[in-house]
């Protein structure tokens, strides 16, 4: 089936959505740029699972996080502006095709929201273990807080989806 031309009106929700990842985003860079000038030429650029630093590496890989970020950010955002991309749970129809591309959007916009925040976490984490904190406090939050914004936009569409 050919899926139907449909034109996704933006809610001012949607749009505060937008605005509040893009906003993200640009802390994210501005962290970065911070931690560039701000840690030793030598930093920890991996940690095995119980938040211990184990790789090192040049400062300037602290760019990588934010080019990563980037390119995940701009990627959904071109997804989500041709919704018939996206495998849907249920079979589209010229009913309900408006609905799902609606609310797989909208996922997506909280799903770019939890990207952003994620990445800015790791800087964070890694900035502060650069810098000779302690990360013991901060690193038992990271794993279950990543898991969470990773799994819960799509959880709570799939959920909501099957209520209709």
């Known amino acids: 089936m ?3 031309e449909i034109n996704i009106e ?21 962290m970065i ?18 938040g211990e630093a184990d790789g090192y590496g040049d400062r300037s890989m602290v ?4 080019v990563i970020a980037t390119v995940l950010f ?11 991309m996206f495998n849907f749970p249920e079979k589209r129809t010229a009913e309900n095709a408006q609905q799902q591309f609606t609310a797989a959007a909208k996922m997506l916009r909280f799903a770019k929201i939890g990207v952003a925040l994620i990445f800015i976490m790791v800087e964070m ?22 898991m969470l914004l990773t799994f819960v936009p799509a959880i709570f569409y799939f959920l909501k989806r099957k209520k209709k």
Do not use: C, Q
């Open 2 to 4: 050919k899926d139907p």
């Open 10 to 30: 933006l809610t001012k929700a949607d749009h505060l959505l937008e605005a509040v990842g893009w906003t993200l985003l640009l802390v994210l860079w501005a």
């Open 33 to 50: 740029i911070y931690i560039y000038y701000h840690t030793p030429d030598i930093v920890p650029i991996h940690f095995n699972a119980i």
């Open 63 to 66: 760019f990588l996080t934010g």
């Open 74 to 84: 701009v990627m959904m955002t071109a997804i989500g502006r041709v919704p018939a």
């Open 125 to 146: 984490y890694s900035y502060k273990a650069a810098i000779g904190e302690s990360t013991e406090e901060y690193g038992k939050y990271l794993l279950p807080v990543t």
